[in-house]
């Protein structure tokens, strides 16, 4: 229980079990010494945790007056209402984990400060102990987020404009009925779902690397989402050429969609440059934050449009014995190209399981997407089910199959309506005048956020200068990128 007293100075105490959580004499002091000997250099963003009443709060206001400033509390019966935090949560209302990944971002991670008060830490041992968990989460997503962006950076913003210049057709959400709906991702347990796919009406949402599988079974999907920006992208997809009448893609993605033949329905990321480009579009675009995996993605697009539950289906985030996909499979012919007499196919597939997998039977990656489920908050996971479960616990309930079977509520649809954009010629203007104003900024130190984000994705200026140059001398010769 929280107790209040009053110094002679005229500060509130705060006390747990008669144990002060700041100073009895001057609580304003003893933030500003704290905050003094942590930080040396001018962050551009602090996190405070676990602060009483605002102190720690108003003192990282006094000293960086520019920072950002985001915090969260242990309880509201000590929050500060008067305090310069640009963002403040309390733990115990369940939202920690989508406060921190929403104002703890790729852009802000670099100058990032995280200050822990600890007579709050030891007060309230859960507060402790769960903030710490979502903290390691989300720096770990980030870090696998920023290894990405420098591996991938470039080739997202050249993707960007090949879709801007190429895609033919875009569509937009014309109408939906809330219901059911199938997401199938190509964990080797999708392979269980096969008599629900072929006898059910359930619209089926897919990942383009289930798009072998559920060609295979003559199940035709009401959409695909698609976010991968490389070439296995385009390899998943070629299942997919007159196969599935719709994509759901940011600009970002592999350029492959604007080959086959589906119309797309663009997910903005909320990355400057792609927002600018469908502004000048005029096409309607559906805010998706970027989750580091589609089927992540897809959860998110299911939702948003309207499924409830959505289903999820061979997400198993691990290996099943030595498999990691359903078959059939788009790299089922890249294993067997790879075969020889003395390292046939499944002794490879065994070496690799074991050599990349963790206690869990997951690699690396796996368990970095795994970690953007276990994160979901109670809202969201409440409009999610699971279909054959792997091992690996997420906070998604398991919907059985008679449950399924029985349903008899109703399904999710959507109906799309043709979108007119701008003519090639049209679209190539506005790109170089685009590109050519980002060049100009870069050179003059103007960092604008589209400016930023070059730089951001590229590593420095000189490759993001250099990067504008390559986009522009090849938009000018209208090559694909």
């Known amino acids: 229980m929280i107790q209040i007293e009053t110094s002679r100075t005229g500060f509130t105490i705060p006390l747990i079990n008669g144990k002060a959580l700041v100073s009895r004499f001057d609580p304003e002091r003893e933030a500003l010494r704290f905050i003094e000997k942590r930080i040396s250099s001018s962050p551009e963003t602090i996190l405070i945790l676990g602060d009483v009443l605002g102190y720690l709060g108003n003192a990282a206001g006094v000293l960086f007056p520019d920072a950002e400033i985001l915090g969260i509390t242990a309880t509201a019966e000590i929050a500060g209402n008067k305090t310069p935090y640009t963002k403040q949560c309390c733990f115990d209302t369940g939202n920690a984990g989508e406060f921190l990944d929403t104002y703890i971002t790729e852009n802000n991670f670099s100058g990032l400060t995280i200050l822990e008060w600890q007579p709050v830490f030891k007060a309230f041992p859960e507060f402790a102990t769960g903030i710490l968990r979502l903290i390691q989460r989300r720096l770990r997503i980030l870090n696998g987020n920023i290894t990405t962006t420098r591996g991938f950076g470039s080739r997202w913003l050249k993707n960007t404009v090949s879709n801007f210049l190429h895609i033919p057709r875009f569509t937009s959400l014309a109408a939906g009925t809330p219901g059911i709906a199938l997401i199938a991702a190509?964990?080797?347990?999708?392979?269980?779902?096969?008599?629900?796919?072929?006898?059910?009406?359930?619209?089926?949402?897919?990942?383009?690397?289930?798009?072998?599988?559920?060609?295979?079974?003559?199940?035709?999907?009401?959409?695909?989402?698609?976010?991968?920006?490389g070439y296995y992208a385009a390899y998943h997809l070629r299942e997919g050429l007159n196969w599935s009448s719709c994509i759901a893609a940011p600009l970002s993605a592999s350029p492959f969609i604007s080959r086959t033949g589906a119309s797309i329905l663009s997910l903005n990321q909320g990355d400057a440059f792609e927002d600018l480009l469908l502004s000048q579009l005029g096409v309607p675009s559906y805010p998706m934050p970027s989750a580091g995996t589609v089927a992540a993605t897809a959860l998110s697009a299911a939702i948003a449009m309207g499924a409830e539950p959505a289903v999820m289906a061979g997400l198993d985030l691990c290996y099943e014995?030595?498999?990691?996909?359903?078959?059939?499979?788009?790299?089922?012919?890249?294993?067997?190209a790879d075969s020889l007499r003395i390292s046939p196919e499944y002794s490879a597939k065994f070496r690799y399981s074991r050599d990349t997998e963790n206690s869990e039977g997951q690699s690396r990656a796996?368990?970095?997407?795994?970690?953007?489920?276990?994160?979901?908050?109670?809202?969201?996971?409440?409009?999610?089910r699971q279909l054959n479960p792997s091992k690996i616990e997420l906070p998604?309930?398991?919907?059985?199959y008679s449950e399924i079977t029985d349903y008899s509520g109703p399904l999710f649809s959507i109906q799309f309506g043709e979108e007119a954009t701008p003519d090639f010629r049209r679209r190539q203007t506005i790109l170089l005048n685009i590109l050519e104003e980002t060049d100009s900024d870069l050179q003059n130190n103007r960092r604008n956020p589209v400016a930023a984000e070059f730089i951001l994705k590229t590593g420095n200026?000189?490759?993001?200068?250099?990067?504008?140059?390559?986009?522009?001398?090849?938009?000018?010769?209208?090559?694909?990128?």
């Open 366 to 384: 796996l368990e970095t997407y795994s970690q953007w489920f276990k994160g979901l908050n109670t809202s969201f996971t409440e409009k999610a």
């Open 396 to 400: 998604i309930q398991e919907l059985s």
């Open 321 to 336: 014995d030595i498999h990691t996909h359903v078959r059939p499979h788009s790299f089922d012919e890249v294993f067997a």
């Open 186 to 229: 190509s964990g080797a347990s999708l392979q269980r779902s096969e008599a629900l796919l072929r006898g059910s009406a359930i619209p089926v949402i897919a990942l383009p690397s289930s798009l072998r599988y559920l060609k295979s079974i003559c199940r035709v999907p009401l959409l695909t989402v698609q976010t991968d920006p």
């Open 461 to 481: 200026d000189a490759a993001a200068v250099h990067l504008v140059k390559e986009c522009v001398d090849r938009v000018y010769k209208m090559e694909r990128l």
